[in-house]
């Protein structure tokens, strides 16, 4: 902890962090498309890879300065369910489950109306998401969620260090290298896969999780509808699943340095078309 910095314990008010979860299909598993969708007998879902690294900031941050935690995942099925009992093993304090039937066909924008609403309902000093979904890779939510509440938003983050109550200090991967940035709370993060290594939950963490409770809502409990949130009427829709094309296997070339770069060359100029 830096010299301008304070453990957070000795506050009289710790800092309120909310942290969103993702269910995704494991993409380590072989999906397969039939007609234009996605073949759902024997998918399997787990935490967005990167929903994973906020959770494990979150605990950090806890650990390290005494702050509060909720997690909120968006959908319904045992498979939520068994995502918020995994980041309550990993150290999270409270879980609310938005189970409505309605959020179905909802995109990016009616998630993050969702979001504001539990925001709202809880107030948060901090908010902290994936980057991005392994799903979709639309890395759209966390900054619209910024947009809607009105407050800060650092992406790509890869470091959070507290600086009191009200500020904190991110570093993010930029396009010309590591910036540093100074928030004032209440803000959003959305965090890179480089900010940590979450760790695996311990055997006793998930025993215990499966005895907390998890606060499940819908819309109604929100003080909101699918139509305020934009779900009945979503910006973008998912037309079509394709299959990518299979890659042709690759030529190996033995031999002189100097014969194998003529072949090579000539296969790109009369073959590939790229010279």
């Excluded at 996605?38 to 900031?57: K, P, T």
């Excluded at 509440?149 to 650092?154: D, S």
Aim: with cysteine.
């Amino acid at each position: 902890m830096g010299p301008n910095q304070r453990n957070l314990t000795d506050q009289e008010d710790n800092v309120k962090i909310l942290t969103t979860v993702k269910k995704v299909v494991d993409v380590e598993l072989n999906i397969k498309v039939q007609n234009g969708a996605i073949i759902e007998d024997g998918l399997q879902y787990v935490m967005n890879a990167w929903d994973e690294n906020a959770v494990e900031a979150t605990v950090q941050l806890k650990e390290n300065n005494n702050a509060e935690t909720t997690l909120v995942s968006i959908g319904s099925g045992e498979d939520t369910v068994k995502i918020i009992r995994k980041a309550y093993a990993m150290g999270i304090d409270n879980g609310i489950q938005i189970d409505d039937p309605a959020l179905t066909i909802a995109d990016s924008p009616a998630y993050a109306k969702v979001l504001q609403k539990v925001y709202e309902k809880g107030n948060y000093d901090l908010v902290i998401t994936g980057k991005q979904a392994q799903d979709t890779d639309s890395g759209q939510t966390g900054i619209m969620l910024a947009e809607y509440l009105g407050v800060p938003c650092v992406s790509n983050v890869i470091a959070i260090n507290v600086i009191d109550d009200q500020h904190i200090k991110v570093s993010r991967l930029g396009d010309a290298g590591t910036e540093m940035v100074e928030l004032v709370l209440p803000a959003v993060v959305t965090v890179s896969d480089s900010i940590n290594e979450p760790r695996l939950p311990a055997t006793r963490g998930l025993m215990m999780a499966k005895k907390k409770a998890i606060d499940v809502m819908d819309l109604a409990a929100l003080g909101t509808s699918n139509e305020d949130v934009g779900g009945a009427a979503p910006k973008s829709d998912i037309v079509e699943f394709m299959t990518p094309e299979t890659r042709q296997s690759g030529q190996k070339f033995e031999g002189d340095a100097a014969e194998i770069t003529a072949r090579v060359v000539g296969l790109l100029t009369n073959e590939a078309k790229v010279l």
